[in-house]
Structure formats: C-alpha cells, structure tokens
C-alpha cells in the first residue's frame, strides 16, 4: 500500500480543506518494508537528492551494549513487546524501541533499522 505524504483534505477541526493543486508524485511515499529476525540482508535504496539509504530486510544479530559501555555482536532470539504495535510481536518485527531477547539478557533497539542500516541495541537490568 502506498502512502501519500501531502497535506490532509480535512482541517483539524473537521472541516474541509480546499487545496490549491493535486497530489504530486514526489509527495508518494515508498512501501513498507519492514525489518525482521530472518536471515541477515540489507537492501540499498536511492533516495531524494541522488542519496542513499540503507534497509535491514532481515537481521540474525544485534550490536549490544551494556553500562560499562562494552559492546558485542550477539544472535537474537525473538521478539518479546513493541510499544508500536503489538502485532509486530508475532510477527518478530525490529523497530526502535522494541525489546528483544537476546543470549545476555533483554535488550531495547536504540537504532532505526528500517533508515539507518545498522541494528543496535542496550542491555536492560532486570
């Protein structure tokens, strides 16, 4: 499903709006695709202004680091809650912000796999 990014037909308080031209393409958002614990592929994507991104389309590791700032590459189990949606859940989705289980313990994403192409993660005290 694709997303229009333009400016909404309805004004907050409900009433119409009346636009002064029709939707662009430009303001056409890409699909989603979004990152899940599968095996490890990233996907390059070219963006506005002849730059690029880079997607995780799937991911088996993730950088964590605890207090004492050490950091380690180790495997994800699963997914345990989102605070976005709790169907990514089932699904193992990775976002920011979702707690995963990991071999040392549950830990926080702090990184945007879906922009930034790199999985991070913190070590959460239990």
Do not use: H
């Given at each position: 499903?694709?997303?229009?990014?333009?400016?909404?037909?309805?004004?907050?308080?409900?009433?119409?709006?009346h636009l002064h031209r029709k939707k662009r393409k430009f303001e056409?958002?890409?699909?989603?695709?979004?990152?899940m614990i599968?095996?490890?592929?990233?996907?390059?994507v070219n963006s506005r202004g002849n730059n690029q991104k880079v997607r995780i389309v799937g991911a088996e590791e993730v950088n964590l680091s605890d207090?004492?700032?050490?950091?380690?590459?180790v495997d994800v189990k699963n997914v345990i809650e989102n605070?976005?949606?709790?169907?990514?859940v089932q699904r193992n989705i990775l976002n920011k912000g979702a707690i995963v289980?990991?071999?040392?313990?549950?830990?926080?994403?702090?990184?945007?796999?879906g922009q930034d192409g790199i999985l991070?993660?913190?070590?959460i005290e239990d």
């Open positions: 499903m694709t997303l229009w990014q333009g400016k909404s037909d309805k004004k907050i308080t409900g009433g119409k709006r056409i958002s890409r699909d989603y695709e979004l990152p599968a095996d490890s592929k990233k996907k390059i207090k004492k700032g050490n950091v380690e590459r605070p976005a949606n709790p169907n990514f289980e990991t071999e040392e313990g549950r830990a926080k994403i702090t990184s945007r796999p991070n993660a913190v070590l």
